[in-house]
């Protein structure tokens, strides 16, 4: 059976256009409204930068969304929930709403994608397993729990150019890869048109030569209808009858954002400060402050949430206790808590892993310079 139709293959690439013909066509927009992010405080970037990134995905996704459409409630529950996202996070780009307004936001859309998509995720673990959970009148609030930590993960993320945009899309690689290995078609479609629409931000997002930095941010609005997203995502790949998929996989799809959010939001209220509070403490910022450059950070967190998605999965796979993989998962937030504690000493560590990094680089181009040269010289005797 082929992996998905041409049908899907073309939504991929009409939300990837229009996403990044929209970041075009936005700017006018931006300097109309004075749609900005400037440089101040924490935020180090080096001139003003448009946030339309949000806006721009979601008419990418809503542009595409209807060509391979099967299920109508579900496409307006969604598109439903991501303008109620979309409306409150533009507000809070520019006028910086206090964290209630942007949580009930968060919660209302939740209960938007369930009650009208009919979207929950009731079963911790594999529906039909013998370990499954059955969470009955739990799994609402469940739902908007984990949706709430999905969203807020990937908008604490949105602190580096390229990171939240590319952490998003090895996740959106991952879940299209689990629906391809149970053979969930329709969500594989949904996946791939959310994931042409972050591809097309990502190129004028992440940093390469040839862009210096960032020419637009994803914004609250764009964060946050990431997070909802993938949640609705994640929970419809694990929850489709005929394609189960074990919900402890979850977590695990979207590691380092989300270890990273629990352990800043346990920190910040032991020391009895808001658990929204804006700092620079976040797993990106010691990554900065150990050398790395902005596009190495990004590709960094990307390879390590591939390397811990693709763990859990091959876990899966051979069967290991989904007991085991929620302890080791709750291991590893405890571990990130104690090792980031002492800032400096967090810094000194992720020092000395990036030169280890960079020595084995300049190792590996010298040896085939080396292999190089002496290919050379065997031509030349050669002859």
């Given at each position: ?26 700017n ?7 749609w ?11 001139a ?5 990134g ?196 979850v ?23 808001s ?16 050398g790395?450059t902005?596009?190495?950070v ?11 998605g ?6 899966l ?6 007991a ?25 560590r ?25 290919a ?8």
């Open positions: 059976m082929p992996i998905s139709s041409a049908h899907s293959y073309i939504e991929f690439l009409v939300a990837f256009g229009v996403t990044l013909f929209s970041l075009h066509f936005l006018p927009v931006a300097k109309f409204f004075d900005f992010d400037y440089p101040h405080g924490r935020k180090a970037h080096s003003p930068t448009p946030i339309t949000g806006l721009a995905i979601a008419l990418g996704v809503m542009a595409a969304m209807p060509l391979g459409l099967t299920t109508p409630d579900a496409f307006v529950a969604f598109c439903v929930s991501a303008l109620v996202l979309l409306v409150v996070g533009i507000a809070d780009d520019m006028y910086d709403l206090h964290w209630f307004f942007r949580l009930a936001a968060q919660a209302g859309a939740a209960l938007i994608i369930i009650y009208m998509g009919n979207v929950r995720a009731r079963y911790i673990g594999l529906p039909s397993g013998a370990e499954a959970i059955d969470l009955g009148v739990m799994a609402v609030p469940f739902t908007v729990f984990i949706t709430l930590g999905v969203i807020n993960a990937i908008n604490m993320a949105d602190g580096c150019d390229g990171l939240a945009g590319g952490v998003a899309l090895v996740t959106l690689a991952l879940i299209g890869l689990t629906c391809v290995h149970v053979g969930n078609y329709a969500v594989f479609d949904r996946v791939l048109i959310l994931g042409g629409a972050v591809a097309g931000f990502l190129v004028m997002n992440m940093r390469h030569p040839w862009q210096p930095r960032a020419r637009v941010f994803l914004g609250n609005s764009g964060s946050t209808i990431i997070g909802l997203a993938i949640t609705w995502l994640a929970v419809r790949v694990s929850h489709t009858a005929g394609h189960p998929v074990s919900s402890i996989l977590p695990w799809l979207v590691a380092p954002p989300l270890i990273d959010c629990v352990v800043l939001m346990f920190r910040r209220a032991a020391q009895k400060s658990p929204f509070a804006a700092d620079n403490g976040h797993l990106h910022h010691l990554l900065l402050d150990a790395f902005p596009a190495g990004a590709l960094t967190l990307m390879a390590l949430t591939a390397a811990l693709l763990a859990a999965m091959i876990a796979r051979l069967h290991v206790p989904q085991m993989m929620v302890a080791v998962f709750l291991l590893l937030i405890v571990g990130y808590y104690f090792f980031s504690r002492d800032r400096g000493h967090a810094v000194r992720l020092t000395w892993l990036r030169q280890s990094f960079e020595a084995a680089f300049r190792h590996s181009e010298g040896r085939n310079s080396g292999h190089t040269v002496d050379m010289r065997v031509s030349s005797d050669t002859e």
